[in-house]
């Protein structure tokens, strides 16, 4: 039986797409120069990783976490480079650390009784934690994409 409405394939599908994303940030890292910057080179890195990982699918969230990895990984020598950089993985790792809370939720509430203990200071503690994750990762994406934007305007200027 499959649930939530995706199609057998979604899981295998969305694993592609996150893994020709994760393709593609390698090969724009190993990129020649062709007359670019490092600079340069690190700016597109970092806008591609970032990009990858905003229009990842949110399931299986396995391939979100692996896209956040590699974002956290990219050098940022630039001051709008490591803005962009820190404050993006910051506001998606919260997403992603609330989206494990309230998996971790519905496990505990879908559970046959007894079998995962009680569930209510356990999914009320996830619970909560997921709440105050996603309110502050709210707040910080405002702050991602202005960062981006900085990035973008400093590229163009490089």
């Known amino acids: 039986m499959v649930k939530s409405g995706h199609h057998p394939g979604a899981a295998?599908?969305?694993?592609?797409?996150?893994?020709?994303?994760?393709a593609a940030v390698a090969v724009l890292a190993a990129a020649p120069a062709c007359g670019r910057s490092a600079e340069e080179q690190e700016a597109d890195a970092l806008l591609h990783a970032i990009d990858a990982l905003r229009n990842a699918p949110s399931e299986p969230r396995a391939g979100r976490e692996a896209l956040l990895a590699e974002l956290e990984r990219q050098p940022a020598s630039t001051p709008p480079a490591a803005s962009a950089r820190d404050t993006c993985a910051r506001a998606y790792r919260l997403l992603l650390e609330a989206t494990a809370a309230e998996a971790r939720v519905r496990a505990l509430l879908e559970a046959p009784e007894g079998s995962a203990g009680p569930a209510g200071p356990a999914a009320l503690s996830d619970l909560a934690a997921a709440d105050a994750k996603v309110k502050e990762s709210t707040e910080v994406m405002p702050r991602c994409a202005e960062a981006l934007a900085g990035l973008r305007r400093a590229r163009r200027g490089m």
């Open 12 to 22: 295998g599908t969305a694993a592609r797409r996150v893994a020709a994303a994760l």
